[in-house]
Every structure is written in C-alpha cells, then in structure tokens.
C-alpha cells in the first residue's frame, strides 16, 4: 500500500516538475532556463541526470546504513570545502552515466540495503531524472534525501510521502558567510524555510558542519533558530571539517560549540554508541579522494565502503563505533 502510494505520488509529480524545469525555478537562483531542452542553469545539472559516483556506504547515519547511496552531478551552491569536487569534476570527464540506467539496480539494492539516498551536488536540481528513475521500480526500502535545502519552497511538498528522511544540511547562518564559502548569499534565508516546510511532516536530521572561524557567526545563530523553530528535530552537530587549504577546525572550537548546544538543551543527535570522535576523524595530506591522510596522521574516509570499513576497523580495533558498525553489516556477508 505504502508503495503504492509512493508510486502514484511519483508519477503525479513528474508533470509539475517538467513544467518548473522548462523555465527552472526548482531553486532560488531561478535561472529560468528551459532544463528539458538540455539548457544548463547555476547549478551545471544535465537532463538526464548524471551519477558520477555510487556505492553502498556504511558511514551514514546508522540508523540509514548499509545504504545505497547515488551521487548525482550538479550543485546549486559553490562550497569551498565540498570533498566530493574533485570527484564529480573527474566524474563528469570519464564514466558519468545517466540516473535512469541505475533502474535494475536500484530494485536490487532496495532489497539488500536498509535505505537509498540521493545524494550530490545536490539532488533537489535532478529531482526530476530521480522521480522517472523510481517510477520504474516496485519496491522502496527508506529513501533519503541528503540536501543543502537551498530549495523552492515547492519542493518539499512534492517531496513528501516520497522521501523518508531528509539528511539535511545547515552549515551558514550570516549572508556574508554563506557568500564568501559558498557564493550563496541568501541560503539561510531560503533553507531555513524549505526545513520548516520538510519537517512538518517528514523526519529529517539537520548536520551542521562546524567550520573554522564560523562558531560565532554562524553555528551560535543556528543553534539558537533550531531551538526556538525546530525543537523536536535531531541537530547532528559534524566535526569532521576538512579543506584542502589547509584550514583547519580547533579543538577549542569544537567544545564550545558542543558545550553551547547542550547548554541551551538542543536535541543532539547521537548514534547509540558513539564515543567521542566521529567515524571519519579515527585517523590525516590527500592521497585520493578515497582517503585522506591529515598532517597529525588521522585518516578519513569521505565515504566508508565495505572495503574501507575492513581497513579502518584494521587501523582502529579499539574504535567501538567502527567495530559495532562491522559486527552489525557485514557479519562475514559481502554486498555485492
Ligand atoms: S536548479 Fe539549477 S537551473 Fe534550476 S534554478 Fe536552480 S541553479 Fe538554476
């Protein structure tokens, strides 16, 4: 029945969708330009979307994981930080295909992973090429939709009853930020809506990324908006910054930070057994974009496949959250 719901609410869409794209308005940068005949706004997205990277990923969110994780190209915001850059940049170059050949395989990793999540660039500007993507298939495991929420407000209507859980990012508070690290001036302005509009009736987490020399600035304002608009919503405050120009996040940031979110009773997310450090800070100069290796010797994998889930519970054994994720998915069972 669920399914049957989702199907038809899928379908409906299409149509609405088609007539914002032709003259895009699916963001605030209302580029206006017709997407249906290939025309490129901010954002690059093509149509038909384009994956340039997929994977089951063990690293989400745990209650989400093992998920099949599609990463789509095109991004409507310019982050200094974004790790996935270089990837989608080579992506684009090489072996990008589109969304819609994934439908086989979609079915089948519906049925082997807990959850599927659109990730990117940012899904909201391939929301199109996604729902004809699922229009295809039958069985729907929890779908998730990993966004920076600068969105048209009319999305997360049309997103509803079709996405289970947004994983939704809220990083910029002041404009003056959000236009020097991400040339997005009016993002909390439009986000702040868009995650008010989800989350009346879908569930999301809110990540904020800490981010050097923006405690004050931004994560304070958006600690204290959470609290007094979102009080029910899961803030997973990430600590896991990192950027190639070598700017880094202090230890002093990090704890006053948590400390001002429990001071104000924030409702933190907390996996059940997380320890101290996040899953990716367990180990640091790039070597790949698979790995990263910090100056003070941590390693991080952006994206923690089975195959780097084996690695780093083989460089941590005494790292419990890696080791309970382990126990949990893989058991000895590989997903193919
Ligand atoms: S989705 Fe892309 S093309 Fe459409 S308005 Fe946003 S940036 Fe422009």
Redesign the pocket.
């Known amino acids: 029945m669920q399914n049957d719901i989702k199907k038809l609410k899928i379908l409906n869409s299409i149509e609405l969708l088609k007539s914002i794209?032709c003259s895009?308005?699916?963001?605030?940068?209302?580029?206006?330009?017709n997407?249906l005949k290939g025309?490129?706004?901010?954002?690059?997205?093509a149509y038909p979307a384009k994956v340039f990277y997929h994977n089951v990923l063990y690293g989400e969110e745990i209650e989400v994981c093992p998920t099949y994780s599609i990463f789509l190209l095109?991004c409507?915001m310019r982050c200094k930080f974004c790790y996935v850059k270089n990837r989608a940049k080579k992506g684009s170059k090489t072996n990008a295909f589109d969304v819609k050949d994934l439908k086989i395989h979609l079915e089948e990793m519906a049925e082997k992973c807990k959850s599927i999540s659109f990730v990117g660039g940012?899904p909201?500007?391939n929301i199109l090429s996604v729902f004809e993507t699922l229009a295809h298939i039958s069985i729907f495991p929890l779908l998730i939709w990993n966004t920076n929420m600068y969105m048209?407000i009319r999305v997360p209507e049309i997103l509803y009853e079709i996405v289970d859980l947004y994983i939704a990012d809220l990083h910029f508070y002041s404009k003056q930020c959000s236009m020097n690290v991400a040339k997005t001036s009016d993002y909390f302005e439009h986000a702040s809506k868009a995650l008010k509009l989800a989350s009346q009736n879908t569930k999301v987490i809110v990540r904020t990324l800490l981010l050097p020399n923006h405690i004050e600035c931004c994560f304070f304002p958006i600690a204290n908006w959470m609290k007094q608009n979102l009080p029910e919503v899961s803030l997973h405050i990430m600590d896991n910054y990192y950027s190639q120009n070598r700017e880094s996040l202090k230890k002093e940031e990090i704890t006053i930070a948590k400390e001002y979110a429990q001071s104000i009773g924030l409702n933190l997310y907390k996996e059940p057994f997380v320890n101290e450090r996040t899953l990716q800070n367990i180990a640091s100069k790039t070597i790949g974009e698979e790995i990263i290796i910090e100056e003070d010797g941590k390693i991080i994998f952006p994206n923690l496949t089975q195959e780097f889930l084996d690695i780093s519970t083989f460089l941590a054994p005494e790292n419990l959250e890696l080791k309970i994720r382990k126990d949990m998915f893989i058991g000895g069972e590989k997903i193919e």
């Open positions: 794209m895009c308005t699916l963001c605030p940068r209302k580029c206006k330009i997407r025309e490129r706004g901010f954002c690059k997205a095109g409507n940012e909201t500007v048209d």
